[in-house]
């Protein structure tokens, strides 16, 4: 859901945009605002991810208020004057909407914001993958690098990790936890016991992955997954 507030000093168009967010899945509202003050006072304790903002406004109007915002949202301007577009578009918004509003021109604007909602967080997983993970083993926590994981074998509710120049590591954990902590573009299930750093695999023979004298099966169930890695690295 992307938080979001809106401000217009125009009572019955901010009861407009208010309503159109209550009526989109993907917005939450927030709060909503007749002037530029009531706004900043709420952001300086409270944090959105998306604004609607009239410009026209008294006192201080809407270009002004973003531009006084340090960190700010994304911003959506509302306003019945084209004018302004240029003057908006520097301060890096989303999009610029003119009254009167109907539906179609607000969901069009909310769906850049959904866009843009979505690619930051992405951004925002991949930068803070992890390096590195513990785990406990015996009486001992152990940190385990993932760039050292060649692969990871599993039975009756036990881990083992296969590691580079290290001895295989132990551990009392599920299959399903294990895999929703590694990164998924470098590590896959292969098999319901295997789960393998695809970043070390230099041979695959007869729908076998193989690590020295180990060879890990490829079950037709994850086989696609393995095959798409291989397809996206291939060099003919």
């Known amino acids: 859901m992307i938080k979001c507030i809106a401000i217009d000093d125009e009572p019955l168009a901010l009861r407009q945009i208010t309503e159109y967010i209550h009526e989109t899945p993907f917005l939450e509202l927030a709060g909503a605002f007749e002037n530029a003050m009531e706004a ?13 903002v009239d410009i026209q406004m008294p006192k201080i109007n809407g270009i002004e208020l ?19 577009a240029i003057d ?38 991949l930068n803070s993958t992890p390096s590195h993970i513990f785990i406990k083993s015996e009486y001992k926590i152990i940190r ?3 760039d050292k994981i060649r692969y990871i074998e599993g039975n009756r509710g036990y881990l083992r990790f296969f ?21 998924p573009d ?3 299930r292969v098999h319901r016991s295997y789960v393998v750093n695809l970043n070390k695999i230099t ?8 690590f020295d004298e180990v060879r890990i099966p490829i079950s037709e169930q994850y086989k696609e997954r393995v095959q798409g890695y291989i397809d996206d690295n291939f060099v003919i």
């Open 40 to 52: 900043m006072e709420y952001l300086s304790n409270h944090e959105v991810d998306l604004m609607f």
């Open 66 to 84: 973003v531009k006084a915002l340090s960190p700010r949202p994304d911003i959506i301007f509302t306003t019945a004057y084209s004018d302004y």
């Open 88 to 125: 908006g578009f520097k301060l890096d918004a989303l999009d610029y909407i003119l009254k009167p509003i109907d539906y179609a021109s607000f969901v069009k604007a909310a769906n850049k914001a959904l866009s843009h909602f979505k690619q930051k967080h992405l951004e925002e997983k």
């Open 144 to 146: 385990i690098e993932l």
């Open 163 to 183: 590691l580079e120049n290290a001895k295989p590591v132990m551990t009392l954990l599920s299959m399903k936890k294990i895999e929703s902590i590694l990164p």
């Open 186 to 188: 470098s590590f896959a």
């Open 203 to 210: 041979m695959i023979e007869r729908s076998q992955i193989i």
